[in-house]
């Protein structure tokens, strides 16, 4: 992450735990999900938290948000989920000011769900020059062991 205060979306944010801990950690912070009522809790938590994120409904293939405003992208377990990962990266970054980073926590789980690293980073070169993958696969991370791919993707341009 560059240095706070630097301007953050957390697309798919859910009940908003990256974004109270980004807006935490100094961040401007703008969270955008889907669901109202995961909006809701991520409000929620940012009031008891005493710091402030903005929220916006949207769907995080097309995020309601403006061209080169942001310093980072950051979706979590999001990208998997889409119906056009392409699409949706294309659109992510967009969002992105010259510099900008794409933050993306991802995996590919011993279910068969989700994405392996190496497609993911595919999809972020068909865009951008840089990306680079590191491996979530500490058990201090998860309690234990795992079995399946976890990992964080950064590029930087």
């Known amino acids: 992450m560059p240095t706070a205060p630097a301007t953050v979306v957390d697309l798919g944010c859910g009940t908003g735990s ?11 912070v703008d969270g955008v999900d889907l669901s109202s009522r995961m909006l809701a809790v991520a409000k929620e938590k940012a009031e008891a ?17 403006s061209p080169g405003t942001f310093d980072v992208v950051l979706a979590r377990h999001v990208l998997w989920a889409m119906p056009d990962p392409a699409a949706a990266l294309g659109n992510w970054v967009r969002l992105l000011k010259p510099g900008g980073r794409l933050v993306l926590v991802e995996g590919r ?9 190496d497609e993911c980073e595919r999809l972020v070169r068909a865009r951008r020059e840089d990306a680079t993958v590191t491996l979530l696969d500490d058990p201090a991370l998860w309690g234990g062991p795992i079995e399946d791919e976890r990992y964080l993707l950064v590029s930087r341009s």
């Not at 990256?18 to 401007?28: E, K, R, S, T």
């Not at 938290?49 to 948000?65: H, I, Q």
């Open 109 to 117: 789980w011993f279910t068969g769900a989700g994405i392996s690293a």
């Open 18 to 28: 990256l974004a109270v801990l980004l807006a935490q950690a100094g961040y401007a």
């Open 49 to 65: 938290a005493g710091v402030s994120v903005g929220l916006r409904e949207g769907d995080a293939a097309k995020p309601p948000c």
